[in-house]
């Protein structure tokens, strides 16, 4: 069946570093989508890529969608602690089934 | 965009016992999500809630375990039946922002789920 890996599984950085996850998906995807998770909270939409090459930035984070539309990366610049959280893919192969990879927890220390 | 209103936000329940979760949206919907995410886990999509037709269910997951109920399209429940410790989790209900077009998903608050 479909899956969505996601690398690393946690990362720690000294405040002021970048930060990078990755997304890979076994079928081309139609759609990709970031979120964001607290800790105690639920998933919260960051945004969605759907073009092939497409990429995004909303403040430090920048986004990216694969030419192949099979890999996805956010990366954010110069880490902050409100950055703090386990970010999300999720990826859709045009059926109404969202598959979410397994999160990468950010540890941004003051 | 879409609100969600999901309870209970907590519960701790005996094994053996059965809770009932209710997620209330504040729009009309097709569709509602169910998912389970374990401690430090990712999201398992349960289950997909059609109003007046059965739920479909993912590979792992049994209407007799998790009976959902969908009675109109702003509202559905899921029950997680007989539980046992390793029923405790955190479930989300979920929908879509746009279901004509795959677009984000707005999810409830969650229900953590501890069964003792």
């Known amino acids: 069946g479909q899956q969505v890996m996601q690398i690393p599984q946690y990362q720690h950085v000294q405040e002021g570093e970048d930060f990078t996850t990755y997304c890979n998906s076994s079928?081309?995807?139609?759609?990709i989508q970031w979120y964001k998770q607290r800790p105690g909270g639920h998933p919260v939409f960051l945004i969605q890529?759907?073009?092939?090459?497409e990429v995004k930035k909303q403040k430090r984070l920048t986004f990216q969608f694969g030419e192949a539309k099979k890999n996805s990366s956010l990366h954010i610049t110069a880490t902050q602690t409100t950055d703090v959280g386990t970010y999300f893919c999720a990826g859709t192969t045009g059926g109404f089934k969202t598959i979410f990879g397994a999160g990468t927890r950010l540890f941004v220390k003051a | 965009s879409a609100v969600i209103s999901q309870k209970p936000s907590r519960d701790i329940c005996q094994r053996g016992t059965s809770l009932t979760i209710q997620c209330q949206v504040d729009s009309q919907v097709t569709m509602m999500f169910w998912y389970r995410q374990q401690p430090g886990q990712s999201l398992t999509l349960i289950a997909t809630a059609n109003q007046g037709s059965e739920a479909t269910y993912e590979s792992g997951f049994v209407i007799d375990k998790f009976p959902i109920s969908r009675p109109n399209l702003t509202f559905s429940t899921l029950t997680v039946s007989n539980m046992s410790p390793e029923d405790s989790s955190i479930y989300l209900c979920?929908?879509?922002?746009?279901?004509?077009?795959?677009?984000?998903?707005?999810f409830g608050q969650g229900t953590r789920l501890t069964v003792v």
């Open positions: 979920s929908v879509e922002g746009d279901e004509k077009r795959n677009t984000e998903a707005f």
């Open positions: 079928t081309t995807l139609s759609n």
């Open positions: 890529l759907v073009k092939s090459g």
